[in-house]
């Protein structure tokens, strides 16, 4: 039993888990081997590419001190230097950076470790942090947690980068006395991550979305080699291997890495124990990583700080000398290097460098540029110093400040010297100043925020009290600047602030304008990011609220949306719209919820989900409101594949006031992996601006009808004028989410910009300043360097170094400029601003603009001490030169510009990119080591002729191949082989592309190189490292005689012709003004060459009419051929429908036939030959159901309509064919195809000689315009080109033709232009050059006419034969035809068409919808019902012979059409009524009693128009117009219209004009009489005495009042009542609108009284009596009612037992409305017994 016990004791003890936990024994000191690798590069890329990477060897000894202590001692460090291709190329020594290294390390550390996890780390006091961190490095690879119980388990575990997810496998080896530990840690995956992000504040990621979207991936895995021993585990080796993985493109392949290795191995073990630590130590902290002075160290050259006041002297004598040389790249990396000091040197040295170059303008730009970049706190103090001491003018402290405040550190010392600058009197002194101080210090305070884990209150008290004083004071201004800065802050702390401003939360914000109420409601934006809940709570009361201001409400639907709601959220906005009135409201919450519905971005997924719910619930007819509602237009895309995209975005905000959107705002959004970023937004409100098209300074207010509109107010109950407003325009400016400036723009700051720049409130001293100036020569030089952008993002590595991937731009922007005008005759001392129409001015010019950009990114290991890792530098320039001498002589109408040829190759514009392997140490800053990432090769140039394959035919062989040629056939797509040879090499490419412009002396060259790594991976990121150049090269081309000068000459009027003439002649002026005027256009018709043109033209008609004699047609015209028009089809289809039936039976089976071929091709699985086969059939059933023929564009014309239009009826929409109108008599009779055929031919005869007569117009008429371009060369010959304009314009048909050739009479080659509107529903164009305009040609066609039974327009274009270039362009673009359609909703349908020829039809189906067909060669793209943005007059039902008359053009027609049908009316008769809005609707007037049908609400008061229906007249009305000083009266007397002015009887045959300020017009109109008074705001009246019809002015939306209504699109608010109450009928709100009168003077006797429910009421289970809440008419007293009308009436309930009369009842808008109910009206009275005094 005992052995039995015995053994399970042994069993036992064998089988616990030895103790794995590294232990260091007292006395003894272990000796171990350190080497740390860090390399960066292309992952997989082995030696084809280039790295650059650092590695630390060294020594290390540990001993333990006592208890938990530690000593680490490094002895012999050796740091060297990679930069070559890995592995081939060998490190380099770095004897200087390792002297500097090891000196850090000359004393010992100190660091706790007990359990095998390492505690607080102590080093000298004056250690720096980067050798702090190495250690941290070291001791991170003894970091080991054990659990005692497994072997495989996940825990939280600390280390260099933060506490990270950390998995353990380990494998006891007990029989050996080993053990191996393995250690991954995912470190995407880390609390408190050691990371630090500069320049990211404005960059939102995405909390809610996978880790797989991000595009920078870590890990590090250890393995650990563990020995037992008597005391525990000792570690024999371990060895960490780090990847960091940044996919730029977010492409599975296309991915940098970098890798970092270490090693640890143990060499020795004494027996001594180690050296006590001598220097006093500090505590340091534990193993997370510390970030130091990396953080002021650029991506740039590195610099050793010695003589910083010197050294910054001199790299900024360095940089302007760059700059002036034009060696821009050089002037950028000295300006980096020169932000780099201005972060490292102390204030007093930049108060030096200042007083050096203070007065010197070039040192100058550069000097405060650099001081905005350098963000530091002595920087920013530097330039707060200067703004207060003046030193400073106002544009430069307007450029400065901004970038400035965007570019420094926020922390407590620059938030400090940031509030000094709010209260700068230099700053307050300054409006711009002030507003740029104020922006710029909220997104200081916003930066901050994002870095501090707490916000003292005092940081927003300056924006608090700015906004508490602006609203006590009613400062409009200052109450939107303090909302902005506060918007710009974005903390939950402003809330209570923003919602004074609120009308919703705050009763006294409702007297405040509604552009403050939209700010309030913009300044809860950002604050969502930190308090989503209660921002979308509030903004969620601010959308419901019915009483603000539609625009407001707009502005928080946008907000809310923002926030990503929840479904519940989205519905009840849904819901909300249900039960509101606002038109405007619903229709942008319902655009905007639908282009979100439709949108696939990722992080808006819920979003969308949730807005796809909502627009189900709301009606589909908000979709089909037109453009005066207001709407989101969402442009945007995703790449699933890329994880990025963008979306742009237009809100149009329509006000009550205005025609067209008061509010745009507009805004880009990108979204790239898991981030998202506001790019940029901009906004433009408008207030009034229609005020700007009418006539001012009429004193309305003095007229009498003023002062009777005001009484008329008085007996209107509740009525009140709008409020005034003045035209305003403001518009503000957000970069990257913040606004960095606003501005609004008003008549006060116009007239005082104006007096500030003349000290005259009058304009014309400003242009009188700026032409003497430009007199005495203007000579500048601007310059504006900054630097545009700075993104690092910096993680450390394993081995303890700072692993950063960073971004910076640098850009310039210059321009040299002389400029020198004469003017003749001088200027007098009463000049005007007209005298320049007549002034003859010379102007002498040198301009030199220049603009360069450099962007430089870096993927490595940047220290204040090395560098080591990729460079990847951009750059863009273009620069030009323009020299000009320009003489304007506008009385002669000439206009002369002169300039020099190119005489050296010039470099218009570049782009060039390139990457490099980069090694620097301070130590040694002469000797950087770059390497081409790529290695160096031939770059192998492809030779500009094409390859041709031999078992590929060419192109020209395809076309000729092919039976019916097509320049856009699917089939010429880019072959294969030529994209291969284009990437012969596998890397790379070069190819030059020149076109010689030998006339004028020079080359314009495109050249491309590229070398790059897609012979790894096909990736974007592989294309882009490498070697990458594009510019383009203005070049001088060698000729026989050197060029002198270039001239181009305009001239217009009569001396157009003389002008060719004298250039090609060179006559004297009084031989030219003594010719002839024939002798004058036979000059210029030989020079032009157009003989010539005609000659073979005539040549070309004559030989095919001998060919085609059968053909009568005799079309004569310039542009077309008759047996090869451009808009016919191919002759077998023509043959083929030539054939007709010969009998009934015959027809009957081709209809037939017809049908079922029409009904199996409009399925969706139909094929291409059987939609061939339908088209063929559709001919066949025009023919057999009437007389067919067709026209030159190949199309068939049934001559009946009936048979038209049922023939039609079951075709799909691409199958109807197109009916022009011109063709269209439904009175004539064709009696069979011959007849049809002759008609057609004489029809097209007479076209032809209409078109004919004259071919050319300068037989005619003379040119109008003149221009010679040319080059003029020292042995005086000329060469270039003339382009002459004729014009022929007539009321029923216009042409214009045009003539270009060139000046050599050697020269055949001629552009010849012709376009013509042939009648009121046709028209022409066209284009051909070449040899004698005969080469190439281009026509176009337009025609009106019917399409499926509906008033259409067909454009035709057809290219019968073009270069070859240009079919390669459309080749390329039609490649995108399909997708384009495809994405646009529009249906497909592989179709042969002619080819060569594409057709588009636009059927107007209403006034807001057209079908669209769009026939392509092999394509046909189709859609229904398409939106309209704008009505157009017309209706589905229109025949075609009330199209437009041919005695107005129908192309002039049509816009002047939607223009008037945007123009409101308001119709009135006895019993009908429709508003300016659309709304229809019964009333039948109580007789004699005056109606307000139309009147001006607004401050003004300019009109009244009054209606009423005359006791003794059943179906006639009077009226009665106030304007100005006049009343007018019209009515009916003895079946005679009757028109009295002020009392006065007046004859209505003979026109009336006032001689008043503005402007009235009333004259007899048809059977009426009409009255016009635009200045008042009455575009026209027009009474008839049944009808009155009014129409009023655009900038009179939302200012009219009355039976009418508002103007302002909102039909569901039009039964208004002057309260502004809604009414609940037609009749109420009719009725609310009648004048009341004295009861025994006047004759109407109807009155409003307040009503109350007789029968008893139960309200809310109580007995309660109602009253109405607004009065209803009712006869005076002493009256009875003779005729009565039911009204719906609102009624307000009080406890029985109340006191409260009907007279102490209070108005309708301070009391609630609690039911509704019936009540009768009275519209006629008997008024016998009525008493009235004597």
């Known amino acids: 039993m005992k052995g039995l016990v015995l053994a399970l004791l042994v069993a036992l003890a064998g089988g616990q888990k030895r103790d794995l936990e590294p232990v260091f024994r007292t006395g003894r000191t272990y000796r171990y081997s350190y080497e740390g690798l860090v390399l960066p590069g292309l992952r997989g890329s082995g030696a084809a590419t280039a790295t650059a990477g650092v590695r630390l060897s060294c020594q290390l000894e540990v001993g333990r001190l006592a208890h938990a202590d530690h000593a680490l001692r490094i002895q012999s460090p050796k740091l060297e230097e990679y930069n070559g291709f890995w592995p081939r190329d060998q490190f380099t020594p770095s004897s200087k950076l390792t002297e500097t290294i090891a000196s850090c390390f000359t004393q010992a550390f100190k660091f706790e470790y007990s359990e095998g996890r390492v505690g607080s780390i102590y080093a000298p006091e004056d250690c720096p942090i980067i050798c702090i961190n190495i250690v941290r490095g070291i001791l991170n690879m003894m970091q080991i947690t054990i659990k005692k119980a497994q072997n495989v388990y996940e825990l939280q575990e600390a280390g260099i980068e933060g506490i990270c997810q950390t998995r353990y496998v380990i494998q006891d080896d007990s029989k050996n006395n080993r053990a191996t530990i393995s250690k991954s840690k995912d470190l995407t995956d880390c609390q408190e991550k050691a990371v630090k992000n500069i320049g990211m504040a404005y960059i939102r990621p995405c909390p809610t979305c996978p880790l797989k979207v991000r595009n920078i991936k870590s890990t590090v895995m250890f393995t650990y080699k563990m020995k037992y021993d008597d005391s525990g585990a000792l570690m024999t080796s371990a060895v960490s291997e780090q990847l960091y993985q940044i996919a730029p493109f977010n492409e599975p392949d296309g991915v940098a890495v970098m890798e970092a290795r270490q090693e640890l191995a143990l060499v020795d073990i004494k027996s001594a124990p180690i050296s006590p630590l001598e220097a006093q130590l500090h505590n340091h902290g534990n193993l997370h990583y510390h970030?130091?002075?990396?953080?002021?160290?650029?991506?740039?050259?590195?610099?050793?700080?010695?003589?910083?006041?010197?050294?910054?002297?001199?790299?900024?004598?360095?940089?302007?000398?760059?700059?002036?040389?034009?060696?821009?790249?050089?002037?950028?990396?000295?300006?980096?290097?020169?932000?780099?000091?201005?972060?490292?040197?102390?204030?007093?040295?930049?108060?030096?460098?200042?007083?050096?170059?203070?007065?010197?303008?070039?040192?100058?730009?550069?000097?405060?540029?650099?001081?905005?970049?350098?963000?530091?706190?002595?920087?920013?103090?530097?330039?707060?110093?200067?703004?207060?001491?003046?030193?400073?003018?106002?544009?430069?402290?307007?450029?400065?400040?901004?970038?400035?405040?965007?570019?420094?550190?926020?922390?407590?010392?620059?938030?400090?010297?940031?509030?000094?600058?709010?209260?700068?009197?230099?700053?307050?002194?300054?409006?711009?100043?002030?507003?740029?101080?104020?922006?710029?210090?909220?997104?200081?305070?916003?930066?901050?925020?994002?870095?501090?884990?707490?916000?003292?209150?005092?940081?927003?008290?300056?924006?608090?009290?700015?906004?508490?004083?602006?609203?006590?004071?009613?400062?409009?201004?200052?109450?939107?600047?303090?909302?902005?800065?506060?918007?710009?802050?974005?903390?939950?702390?402003?809330?209570?602030?923003?919602?004074?401003?609120?009308?919703?939360?705050?009763?006294?914000?409702?007297?405040?304008?509604?552009?403050?109420?939209?700010?309030?409601?913009?300044?809860?934006?950002?604050?969502?990011?930190?308090?989503?809940?209660?921002?979308?709570?509030?903004?969620?009361?601010?959308?419901?609220?019915?009483?603000?201001?539609?625009?407001?409400?707009?502005?928080?639907?946008?907000?809310?949306?923002?926030?990503?709601?929840?479904?519940?959220?989205?519905?009840?906005?849904?819901?909300?719209?249900?039960?509101?009135?606002?038109?405007?409201?619903?229709?942008?919450?319902?655009?905007?919820?639908?282009?979100?519905?439709?949108?696939?971005?990722?992080?808006?997924?819920?979003?969308?989900?949730?807005?796809?719910?909502?627009?189900?619930?709301?009606?589909?007819?908000?979709?089909?409101?037109?453009?005066?509602?207001?709407?989101?237009?969402?442009?945007?895309?995703?790449?699933?594949?890329?994880?990025?995209?963008?979306?742009?975005?237009?809100?149009?905000?329509?006000?009550?006031?205005?025609?067209?959107?008061?509010?745009?705002?507009?805004?880009?959004?990108?979204?790239?992996?898991?981030?998202?970023?506001?790019?940029?937004?901009?906004?433009?409100?408008?207030?009034?601006?229609?005020?700007?098209?009418?006539?001012?300074?009429?004193?309305?207010?003095?007229?009498?009808?003023?002062?009777?509109?005001?009484?008329?107010?008085?007996?209107?109950?509740?009525?009140?004028?709008?409020?005034?407003?003045?035209?305003?325009?403001?518009?503000?400016?957000?970069?990257?989410?913040?606004?960095?400036?606003?501005?609004?723009?008003?008549?006060?700051?116009?007239?005082?910009?104006?007096?500030?720049?003349?000290?005259?409130?009058?304009?014309?001293?400003?242009?009188?300043?700026?032409?003497?100036?430009?007199?005495?020569?203007?000579?500048?030089?601007?310059?504006?360097?900054?630097?545009?952008?700075?993104?690092?993002?910096?993680?450390?590595?394993?081995?303890?170094l700072p692993l950063e991937f960073s971004l910076c731009g640098v850009a310039l922007a210059q321009a040299v400029a002389a400029v020198d005008m004469q003017m003749s005759p001088a200027l007098s001392g009463n000049f005007r601003p007209s005298r320049l129409l007549e002034a003859n001015m010379e102007v002498h010019a040198d301009i030199k603009p220049k603009v360069y950009f450099h962007v430089i990114a870096m993927m490595g290991i940047n220290t204040q001490y090395f560098q080591s890792g990729l460079e990847f530098h951009a750059e863009f320039s273009a620069n030009t030169t323009m020299k000009f001498d320009a003489r304007v002589n506008m009385k002669e109408k000439s206009f002369k510009l002169e300039t020099t040829p190119c005489r050296q190759e010039v470099e218009l514009a570049a782009a060039r990119s390139e990457v490099y392997a980069i090694s620097r140490n301070v130590e040694e800053v002469d000797s950087e080591k770059r390497s081409h990432i790529l290695p160096k090769g031939e770059v192998l140039s492809i030779p500009d002729q094409k390859f041709k394959s031999s078992e590929i035919p060419s192109r020209d062989g395809i076309e000729k191949q092919r039976n019916i040629p097509s320049v856009m056939s699917k089939g010429y797509q880019q072959s294969s082989e030529e994209e291969h040879h284009h990437s012969v090499g596998g890397r790379s490419y070069a190819r030059t592309f020149c076109s010689k412009l030998a006339s004028l002396g020079c080359y314009a060259c495109l050249s491309l190189k590229s070398r790059d790594s897609t012979f790894l991976k096909n990736t974007y990121l592989h294309r882009l490292i490498g070697e990458h150049e594009a510019k383009i090269v203005l070049k001088p081309v060698q000729t026989d005689a050197d060029i002198d000068k270039i001239q181009l000459e305009i001239q217009a009027g009569s001396r157009a012709a003389s002008k060719i003439i004298d250039v090609v002649s060179s006559g004297s002026e009084e031989e030219d003004a003594s010719s002839p005027y024939e002798d004058i256009q036979a000059k210029l018709k030989r020079i032009l060459g157009i003989e010539k043109v005609f000659k073979v033209a005539n040549k070309t008609q004559h030989h095919k009419k001998r060919i085609h004699s059968k053909d009568k047609t005799a079309v004569t015209h310039l542009w077309v051929e008759p047996s090869a028009t451009p808009f016919s089809s191919s002759s077998s289809s023509s043959t083929a429908d030539s054939k007709e039936p010969r009998n009934e039976q015959e027809k009957e089976a081709v209809r037939q036939s017809g049908r079922k071929h029409g009904s199996r091709s409009s399925s969706k699985g139909s094929s291409s030959s059987s939609s061939s086969t339908s088209g063929s059939a559709s001919s066949k059933i025009c023919s057999s159901s009437s007389s067919s023929r067709e026209d030159p564009s190949g199309d068939k014309h049934c001559s009946r309509d009936s048979a038209y239009s049922d023939l039609q009826a079951n075709l799909a929409i691409y199958q109807f064919w197109f009916k022009p109108a011109d063709e269209q008599d439904p009175g004539r009779k064709v009696l069979n195809s011959s007849t049809s055929s002759s008609s057609s031919s004489a029809s097209d005869e007479g076209l032809s000689r209409a078109m004919s007569q004259p071919k050319f117009l300068g037989d005619i008429k003379p040119p109008i315009l003149a221009v010679v371009l040319r080059a003029i060369q020292k042995n005086e010959h000329q060469a270039g080109f003339q382009l002459v304009l004729y014009t022929d314009i007539q009321p029923m048909r216009s042409r214009i033709q045009m003539f270009v050739s060139s000046i050599a009479g050697s020269s055949r080659w001629k552009l010849c232009a012709d376009s013509s509107v042939i009648n009121s529903h046709k028209a022409l164009g066209s284009l051909k050059w070449g040899q004698d305009c005969q080469e190439y040609k281009i026509a176009t066609k337009i025609a009106t006419g019917q399409f499926a039974s509906h008033p259409a327009v067909q454009m035709k274009l057809a290219w019968p034969k073009v270069p070859s270039r240009i079919r390669r362009a459309a080749r390329w673009f039609y490649t995108f035809v399909p997708g384009a359609a495809y994405m646009l909703g529009y249906s497909q349908r592989q179709q042969r068409s002619p080819s060569r020829q594409a057709t588009m039809v636009m059927a107007l189906t209403s006034p807001r919808t057209c079908d669209v067909v769009l026939k392509l060669p092999d394509l046909t793209i189709y859609d229904r019902a398409i939106r309209l943005p704008l009505p157009f007059p017309s209706s589905p039902s229109t025949p075609t012979s009330t199209l437009p008359s041919s005695d107005r053009n129908f192309f002039s027609k049509a816009a002047f059409s939607i223009i008037e049908n945007l123009k409101a009316r308001c119709s009135a008769s006895q019993d009908m009524i429709t508003t300016f809005n659309g709304v229809e609707f019964n009333y039948s007037m109580p007789a004699n009693c005056y109606h307000v049908l139309a009147q001006d609400c607004s401050p003004e008061l300019k009109f009244l128009v009054t209606v009423k229906r005359p006791e003794k007249s059943t179906n006639h009305i009077a009226i009665n117009v106030r304007l100005a000083s006049h009343e007018i009266d019209m009515y009916v007397s003895n079946g005679l219209i009757q028109l009295k002015i002020n009392g006065v009887q007046a004859p209505t045959d003979v026109p009336y004009t006032s001689n008043s300020d503005a402007s009235m017009l009333i004259s007899s109109e048809n059977k009426g009489l009409s009255l016009k008074a635009p200045d008042y705001g009455i575009d026209k009246l027009y009474y008839d005495g049944h009808t009155l019809e009014i129409q009023v002015a655009f900038w009179m939306a939302g200012k009219t009042c009355g039976i009418c209504g508002k103007y302002d699109g909102e039909k569901e608010r039009e039964y208004q009542m002057p309260s502004g109450y809604l009414a609940k009928d037609a009749v109420s709100f009719a009725q609310s609108w009648i004048v009341s009168e004295d009861p025994c003077a006047g004759a109407c006797k109807l009155q409003r009284k307040l009503v109350k429910i007789e029968k008893p009421v139960a309200f809310e289970k109580k007995a309660s009596k109602c009253y109405s809440v607004e009065p209803v008419l009712h006869c005076v007293e002493g009256c009875l009612a003779t005729n009565i009308v039911p009204v719906s009436v609102g009624f307000h309930c009080v406890p029985a037992g109340s006191t409260l009369s009907v007279e102490e009842q209070p108005t309708s808008d301070q009391k609630p409305e609690d039911l509704v109910s019936t009540v009768y009206a009275h519209a006629a009275c008997s008024c016998g017994q009525q008493s009235c005094p004597a």
């Open 291 to 800: 970030f130091s002075g990396e953080l002021l160290q650029m991506p740039i050259h590195l610099i050793k700080i010695k003589n910083p006041e010197l050294q910054l002297t001199e790299i900024l004598r360095q940089l302007v000398q760059y700059n002036k040389e034009g060696s821009s790249k050089e002037a950028s990396t000295k300006f980096l290097q020169m932000i780099q000091l201005f972060r490292l040197v102390t204030l007093d040295e930049i108060e030096s460098s200042w007083a050096q170059f203070a007065n010197e303008p070039p040192y100058r730009h550069w000097f405060l540029s650099a001081i905005c970049a350098a963000g530091a706190t002595d920087t920013f103090k530097f330039l707060k110093q200067k703004i207060h001491n003046e030193k400073l003018n106002i544009w430069e402290a307007a450029v400065t400040l901004p970038l400035a405040f965007h570019f420094v550190t926020p922390n407590e010392q620059t938030l400090e010297i940031a509030s000094t600058f709010l209260t700068c009197p230099q700053i307050q002194k300054a409006p711009m100043l002030r507003i740029l101080v104020y922006l710029g210090y909220g997104c200081m305070v916003n930066r901050y925020s994002a870095q501090a884990s707490f916000l003292p209150n005092e940081l927003l008290q300056p924006l608090h009290d700015l906004a508490t004083e602006a609203a006590s004071k009613g400062h409009a201004e200052d109450m939107a600047l303090a909302l902005k800065a506060i918007g710009n802050a974005g903390e939950p702390a402003s809330i209570k602030r923003i919602l004074k401003f609120l009308p919703t939360f705050s009763p006294a914000a409702a007297a405040l304008p509604n552009r403050i109420h939209a700010d309030a409601v913009l300044a809860l934006r950002k604050i969502t990011r930190k308090d989503p809940a209660k921002v979308r709570e509030t903004l969620l009361q601010i959308f419901m609220d019915n009483s603000l201001a539609p625009n407001v409400r707009m502005v928080a639907c946008v907000v809310l949306l923002e926030t990503k709601p929840a479904l519940p959220i989205v519905t009840a906005m849904a819901s909300s719209l249900l039960k509101g009135t606002s038109l405007q409201v619903a229709s942008f919450t319902y655009s905007h919820m639908k282009a979100l519905a439709v949108g696939r971005i990722p992080q808006l997924y819920n979003l969308s989900a949730a807005c796809n719910i909502a627009i189900k619930l709301l009606s589909p007819r908000l979709d089909r409101l037109s453009y005066r509602y207001s709407k989101v237009i969402h442009v945007g895309g995703y790449s699933t594949e890329y994880k990025a995209g963008a979306i742009w975005r237009v809100y149009l905000m329509n006000s009550p006031g205005t025609m067209f959107p008061s509010d745009i705002i507009t805004k880009v959004r990108g979204y790239y992996a898991n981030t998202a970023t506001d790019i940029v937004e901009v906004a433009l409100r408008s207030q009034s601006l229609t005020n700007i098209f009418r006539r001012h300074n009429i004193p309305f207010t003095e007229y009498d009808t003023y002062k009777t509109l005001k009484e008329l107010g008085k007996k209107l109950l509740g009525w009140k004028e709008l409020p005034p407003e003045d035209p305003l325009v403001s518009a503000y400016l957000k970069v990257l989410g913040q606004e960095i400036a606003f501005v609004d723009i008003g008549k006060d700051v116009i007239q005082q910009a104006v007096t500030s720049l003349t000290g005259s409130p009058n304009w014309e001293p400003v242009v009188t300043k700026v032409i003497k100036e430009a007199r005495r020569g203007i000579s500048r030089q601007w310059i504006l360097p900054g630097m545009v952008a700075e993104l690092r993002h910096v993680v450390p590595t394993a081995m303890g």
